[in-house]
């Protein structure tokens, strides 16, 4: 028997159940409730159990550690043997014909089908071949463009020697002379390599390799001729280039592009069921293909640090960045797409990659969407709200029914 003083507080009073009415109209409601209540229930099941990426923003402390770029580019129209690549950051930072140091090109035909390829070894560095004589004591001529006059009198071992062509080529970069196609040169012909850069006039070349820079501002670039830094500036001997009006071109097509780990090498990480996100890559598959080869195009990208940690305690380190594209033609005017703008004159033919780092970083982290409680609670108000309408739709049907059955007494 329940005491006197809690009777007050009884939210839920009770009907005898000889003065229950019920009807046809509110077992229809009723079924219809309890089948949308399992149905709520499945619904807030599978919300409960999908998986989301919370970002959080935090300040990216590794500031210190190299940026790797992950860099495959195909040439439809320039020799493997005619264009270089190179870094310069914002430090002042200058890093030299990368081409040379760990990357693979592949030579293509005129259809961009593969011919065969070669893999440079890390590090190649032609500047020892130009000090020393051989041991037959040949000592070959530089050409000028670097002073020999010293060597008369000295060991073989301190003579400056220009041994075989790619020294001629080096010592004339640092001179910012005009190599061409080194005919006429006494080592490149002997070497052939005037026959070779003849006879790849036609071809296309396939890069594909990693870089690694400061994490700072700066442009990595594919331009056509050797580079240097001469008298604080930076060039490239075009003269190759400028040699045939009518071959080479900047056509190309950005296989694939990206900072930081290779997250399209780690493809099968983020095709776990439980990985449902991925980065992109908004280069991949660019392809231009200019009108005339005095072009210069840009690709602006803006980089950010991402880590991605899911709930498998798999946690991936790489970037993600936006991009705009821009291209110039060297001998200025009008731009074809906007008239309003007109080009200055001068500047470098090639493709450049310019890039800003980020001074923050991005952590991705995998979570459920709900949480237990969270889903009891979302549940709960579903069904007291389905409950609500079906018991204002009973009530509605009840009184009409009332309402039309005084009528007909009438």
């Known amino acids: 028997m329940a005491k006197p003083t809690l009777l007050g507080f009884d939210a839920f009073s009770k009907t005898l159940d000889d003065q229950k009415i019920k009807t046809s109209a509110g077992g229809i409601i009723s079924i219809i409730c309890f089948f949308s209540t399992f149905l709520l229930l499945w619904f807030e099941w599978g919300d409960y159990n999908t998986i989301v990426l919370r970002p959080e923003l935090v300040v990216d402390?590794?500031?210190n550690e190299l940026l790797k770029i992950n860099i495959d580019i195909s040439f439809f129209e320039m020799p493997c043997d005619l264009f270089t690549l190179d870094v310069m950051d914002l430090t002042g930072d200058v890093q030299l014909d990368l081409l040379s140091s760990g990357f693979v090109k592949y030579r293509l035909d005129g259809n961009g089908n593969q011919i065969e390829h070669s893999e440079t070894e890390l590090g190649a560095n032609i500047l020892p071949s130009i000090l020393g004589a051989k041991d037959d004591g040949y000592c070959g001529s530089c050409y000028g463009s670097i002073n020999q006059d010293g060597n008369d009198g000295k060991p073989n071992n301190e003579k400056i020697c220009c041994n075989d062509c790619s020294a001629v080529r080096y010592a004339y970069t640092q001179s910012a002379w005009k190599f061409v196609d080194g005919a006429g040169i006494e080592q490149c012909?002997?070497?052939?390599?005037?026959?070779?850069?003849?006879?790849?006039?036609?071809?296309?070349?396939?890069?594909?390799?990693?870089?690694q820079i400061n994490r700072i501002g700066g442009n990595i670039h594919f331009a056509p001729g050797a580079s240097v830094t001469h008298r604080d500036?930076?060039?490239h001997d075009l003269s190759l280039f400028e040699k045939h009006a009518d071959l080479f071109s900047m056509k190309h097509k950005i296989n694939h592009f990206s900072?930081?780990?290779d997250t399209h090498e780690l493809q099968h990480i983020f095709e776990n069921d439980s990985h449902n996100h991925h980065?992109?890559?908004?280069?991949?598959?660019?392809?231009?293909?200019?009108?005339?080869k005095w072009l210069t195009y840009s690709y602006f990208s803006k980089v950010v640090n991402t880590r991605f940690e899911y709930l498998d305690g798999t946690k991936i380190e790489t970037n993600e960045f936006s991009v705009t594209q821009h291209d110039k033609p060297m001998r200025g005017g009008r731009d074809e797409n906007n008239p309003n703008v007109i080009h200055g004159n001068g500047g470098l033919p090639g493709i450049f990659f310019h890039f800003d780092v980020s001074p923050l970083k991005i952590i991705n982290r995998e979570a459920y969407k709900k949480s237990f409680g969270g889903f009891i609670l979302s549940f709960c108000s579903a069904v007291a709200g389905l409950l609500s309408v079906g018991a204002i739709l009973d009530r509605l049907a009840y009184s009409a029914k009332r309402f039309l059955k005084d009528k007909k007494k009438i």
């Open 61 to 63: 402390r590794a500031s």
């Open 259 to 261: 900072f930081g780990d």
């Open 233 to 235: 500036r930076h060039i």
């Open 189 to 211: 012909e002997r070497e052939g390599y005037v026959q070779r850069i003849n006879e790849r006039l036609h071809e296309g070349c396939r890069v594909k390799g990693v870089a």
């Open 279 to 292: 980065t992109s890559h908004p280069l991949d598959d660019t392809e231009k293909n200019p009108s005339t």
